[in-house]
């Protein structure tokens, strides 16, 4: 939905009141206004379509029992920590962002992991080209309108997440994100666990879990 800047004369005491709750909300004064004023008039914005799938992969990945859910993330972020089952039990941060305009993508997921450790790093870094090796081989071809695009740093992974083909239910957009951030958690601490795992195993594993999957994303 594109934006226009215009001028509004508003009393003191109402800015203040929104610039309140728009601190409490992590929002800004344009972004609430804009909020309020849809709500007022029965408007559906992207930043509202952004918090109703955002409010249902908490829901979601809460009931999953391994994921803490960042109470305070932005308007387009959502911030989700699990830890490996390894020494120290390092955390991984999974960023998920989506974009207010969406086309060929409707955001990305990011990956990070806070280690020192060369050993863990080299089994992430072998874990990130199986992972990509996987789904170039499997699930690329599913979309007409481009293909995944990743970016691979020392202990950081990041894919885009393609719009799904056809109009789908936030319901439905919000299982599939929760579910292949589950599916890739799960996987990547089997691996970890088991570092000795060949590509042909990965595979089975992954293959068993996307033939879950509603929705490839």
Known sequence: MKKTMYSLMLSKNIIDEIDRLACIKNTNRSNLINHIIAEHLSLYTPE???????????????????????????DSMLFIKSSLDYKYKPTVKYTLE???????????????????????????????????DLEKKHIHSKFNKGIISYKVDQNRFERELMMPEGKCENE?????????????DHI?????????MTLVELEALYLDQLNNSILFI
């Open 48 to 74: 509202m379509h952004i918090k109703e799938v955002f409010e249902l992969i908490t829901a979601s990945m809460r009931d999953m029992n391994r994921f803490v859910i960042q109470e305070l993330s932005s």
């Open 98 to 132: 989506l974009y207010k305009s969406m086309d060929v993508c409707m955001g990305s997921l990011k990956i990070q992991f806070r280690t020192q450790s060369e050993i863990l790093t080299g089994y992430l870094d072998t874990f990130f080209g199986f992972w990509i």
């Open 172 to 184: 439905v957009v919000s299982e599939a994100i929760s579910y292949y951030i589950g599916m890739y």
């Open 188 to 196: 990547l601490k089997l691996y970890i666990r088991n570092p000795e």
